[in-house]
């Protein structure tokens, strides 16, 4: 039986260790976490950090595996392409992996290679942006170099704030280096984002998106997508023909990429960030049920060397997904729906139960849950989402 290794058990991971399972894969999975729950769905267990190297190629000489893969993991992404790198296993080149992780060589290769970018610093000291402000113009984007979700990042419209979001950064960087990039101001009304999928250095999915935020919570922080992307043809071609060039310049062959760039003013594309895996928050199930095709099966196929389903059907539109999330701290009490929007859900995926502690949504993370929905048109779909808070409530326990 061929071996899979699997770095990271989250809830949202564990769908790539059962689809692994179904295809009849051995499951060999690494977390650092004691209460993942993927130790419970996959065949081998070891309690490590899936951002050491070293352990995570020692774990895989010892299992003889056949494939790695880091799904909708952006810390672990690079460590599954360095372990299969050493082994020759299937992979995409461990230096763009590199740079795609790591936003201070992920802005140094867009301007490298003639992207649009906006200007960006990196520093290792707090204290250190203080003295270079004047070589941006506000408002200001402060996040760390290697996080993703939105961890960590804040936007700056005067510098009073500047320390503390600098502190802010450096609490989620893993190697305590943050950036300073000017904030680009979109043209259309959302941000484009969700996943691609390469096969054979050739985009054959393109799932891209709108992005929602939730301005009463964090502007930053993604709380759903939908599609269609609302772009004119052109606009979304200029996406299109970004992302390719991109794929071609680092050398991409196959798998997962999850993507979010904006349209500026004057028409110009900016990749803002572009990992080399799937989407977190279900976006490959909401894909799913876009194009007709398993997303996760064809990721774990890429990653074992075995050609995944490459017919990909034409989009249904009108589809979307509302993350759920909490205002305040609190216990869980539950979540209500309105009959409008009730009418329009398709699955909802409910990670507490009541008494559960929830936490602010400042960061993707802090999800309580993911609600699907299928809508009847564009207009339907708009208006729902549009007053979302109007249609979701979440409910506390004292």
């Given at each position: ?49 899936t951002t050491d190297k070293q352990a995570m190629l020692d774990v895989a000489k010892q299992e003889q595996i056949d494939g790695v893969i880091a799904y909708a993991s952006d810390p672990a992404a690079p460590t599954a392409a360095y372990v299969a790198e050493q082994l020759g296993l299937p992979t995409n080149p461990y230096s763009s992996v590199d740079i795609l992780c790591n936003k201070d060589k992920f802005r140094a290769f867009l301007r490298e290679n003639g992207f649009n970018t906006p200007l960006a610093r990196g520093y290792s000291d707090a204290d250190a942006p203080q003295a270079e402000t004047e070589l941006f113009t506000l408002p200001v984007i402060v996040k760390p170099v290697d996080s993703s979700g939105s ?248």
């Amino acid at each position: 039986m061929k071996k899979l290794l699997l770095l990271g058990g989250s809830a949202q991971q564990v769908v790539a260790i059962e689809t692994a399972k179904r295809l009849g894969y051995y499951t060999v999975l690494c977390d650092y976490l004691t209460d993942n729950p993927g130790q419970y769905a996959a065949d081998m267990f070891y309690l490590l950090s899936t951002t050491d190297k070293q352990a995570m190629l020692d774990v895989a000489k010892q299992e003889q595996i056949d494939g790695v893969i880091a799904y909708a993991s952006d810390p672990a992404a690079p460590t599954a392409a360095y372990v299969a790198e050493q082994l020759g296993l299937p992979t995409n080149p461990y230096s763009s992996v590199d740079i795609l992780c790591n936003k201070d060589k992920f802005r140094a290769f867009l301007r490298e290679n003639g992207f649009n970018t906006p200007l960006a610093r990196g520093y290792s000291d707090a204290d250190a942006p203080q003295a270079e402000t004047e070589l941006f113009t506000l408002p200001v984007i402060v996040k760390p170099v290697d996080s993703s979700g939105s961890k960590g990042a804040t936007v700056l419209h005067s510098w009073e704030g500047l320390k503390e979001a600098a502190d802010f950064a450096f609490s989620f960087s893993r190697g305590k280096r943050i950036v300073i990039e000017e904030f680009i101001e979109k043209k259309h009304p959302y941000l484009i984002g969700g996943d691609i999928f390469v096969w054979d250095g050739k985009v054959i999915m393109w799932g891209l998106m709108n992005c929602h935020r939730d301005a009463n919570v964090n502007p930053l922080v993604p709380v759903g997508k939908s599609y269609p992307p609302e772009l004119s043809e052109d606009d979304l071609q200029k996406v299109k023909d970004t992302l390719q060039t991109m794929v071609d310049k680092l050398r991409i062959g196959f798998g997962a990429m999850n993507v979010e760039l904006v349209i500026d003013k004057n028409g110009r594309v900016f990749p803002i960030d572009v990992g080399p895996r799937n989407g977190g928050n279900m976006i490959p199930d909401l894909l799913g049920y876009i194009f007709g095709v398993d997303v996760v099966e064809m990721t774990v196929k890429a990653a074992m060397g075995v050609t995944p389903c490459l017919a990909v059907n034409d989009p249904v539109p009108y589809y979307a997904t509302h993350n759920l999330h909490a205002d305040r701290y609190g216990h869980f009490g539950g979540v209500r729906f309105s009959a409008e929007a009730e009418q329009y859900i398709i699955k909802k995926c409910i990670y507490k139960n009541p008494g559960d502690r929830v936490r602010y949504f400042d960061n993707a993370a802090k999800a309580l849950g993911i609600v699907f929905f299928k809508f009847d048109s564009a207009e339907t779909m708009n208006r729902i989402l549009g007053s979302i808070n109007e249609h979701i409530t979440i409910e506390y326990t004292e």
